[in-house]
């Protein structure tokens, strides 16, 4: 789903999608401070259903209170945190690539190859949104009703940190790099080996880089 399109649904639903959609693509940065009435303003719906959404996201751990329980905030993650979500994420992401390999359909594999051609080609979307689009088709094609809610929720609180990795290599990380081409080629050869371990690679360079050099920079603190 593309980050412009807007779901029709409940308000709520809707804005719960949004705003996964913005952690999970990079879209709202480690320590920005979120205002319900700011957000109800950009999404043009009144305050009470955000303010909902927040309380909803803070629940999850995607959001943390802050400022003596008066605002939301996205969390700064410590080295700690972030070499748990790494292992984490390697385990159950690695296991959801092998499935996709094994049980990928024609169209889902249509849809993969055509986000790597799209990032290679560059455009209009951020880089980090086009990675977080890519990875979350080969999950879906895992076909996996219990996976894909896991990896979710652990991309809520690794996304911030996306655009951060991708300035380290110099904005190639998810735009058509040496890894998401070798899941490709181990997809369409339905090798689970090779899917799983180049997930693994993917997931394990980002979070390395960030690991090393990352969190001592993640950007001045906005409000959104």
Do not use: C
Not at 146 to 166: D, E, K, M, N, T
């Amino acid at each position: 789903m593309d980050e412009k399109t807007v779901t029709p649904g409940p308000v709520n639903e809707r804005i719960m999608r949004d705003l996964r959609m913005r952690l999970m693509r990079g879209e709202l940065a480690p320590g920005e401070i979120l205002t319900h009435r700011k957000l109800a303003e950009q999404l043009e719906v009144s305050p009470q259903p955000v303010r909902d959404a927040l309380r909803q996201l803070v629940a999850e751990r995607a959001l943390e209170v802050v400022n003596g329980n008066r605002s939301v905030a996205v969390p700064r993650l410590d080295r700690v945190k972030l070499f748990d979500l790494k292992t984490i994420r390697q385990g159950v992401e690695g296991l959801a690539a092998r499935l996709a390999a094994e049980r990928w359909k024609p169209h889902e594999m249509t849809q993969i190859e055509a986000i790597l051609a799209e990032t290679a080609d560059g455009g209009d979307m951020p880089e980090a949104s086009r990675n977080q689009r890519f990875h979350f088709a080969i999950y879906a094609a895992s076909q996996s009703e219990v996976l894909i809610p896991l990896i979710s929720s652990l991309w809520l609180q690794f996304g911030p940190y996306l655009p951060r990795a991708g300035q380290l290599t110099d904005g190639k990380i998810g735009a058509g790099d040496m890894y998401h081409r070798e899941i490709v080629s181990a997809l369409r050869a339905r090798d689970a080996d090779a899917a799983e371990a180049a997930i693994k690679a993917d997931i394990g360079q980002a979070m390395d880089l960030l690991l090393n050099h990352g969190l001592g920079d993640a950007g001045p603190e906005r409000r959104g």
